[in-house]
């Protein structure tokens, strides 16, 4: 009679960045292959993204870069003008899960509004597709990250 005991043996997955998968034949492979199921998928990604391989491959590694599931980041991305584009919820999430921040962020708002530095006028959200900003304060604590933690 033979021994059948099944030894489990926990194995530390491969962990490979973005920038080095693309020279790696078996990992391009496999993200090649996620794509494309990620590119069938019919509500799981947005429709700008549903049949595109190529679009979906950018959205994994773009994921991968930042330790994010590749399905929770296409379905926070726009086209403005033919230009992939991240909702700020999304770029909050990469910085506040990056080591540029400790903890969370915490805005506090307060002062004369007429004297806020940076301020924005409406020339500079012409073409895109937040017309208004539901919350002035919000939409400079987005302005904020996009210009100190860009990528």
Not at 22 to 35: E, I, R, S, Y
Not at 80 to 90: H, I, K, P, S, W
């Amino acid at each position: 009679m033979q021994n059948t005991n099944i030894i489990a043996a926990e194995q530390t997955p491969n962990t490979i960045s973005a920038s080095n998968a693309v020279f790696n034949v078996q990992a391009l492979g496999q993200l090649t292959a996620f794509a494309e199921l990620m590119a069938q998928s019919a509500v799981t990604v947005p429709k700008h993204l549903a049949g595109k391989p190529a679009d979906c491959m950018a959205i994994v590694m773009q994921a991968m870069q930042w330790g994010m599931n590749p399905y929770a980041v296409a379905q926070k991305t726009h086209l403005v003008n033919g230009v992939l584009g991240y909702e700020a919820q999304l770029v909050n999430a990469v910085i506040s899960s990056s080591s540029a921040i400790v903890g969370r962020f915490h805005y506090e708002y307060g002062g004369d509004w007429e004297k806020i530095a940076g301020k924005k006028d409406g020339r500079d959200e012409l073409g895109l597709f937040v017309r208004v900003w539901r919350c002035p304060a919000r939409r400079d604590g987005y302005h904020l990250g996009r210009e100190h933690l860009p990528g």
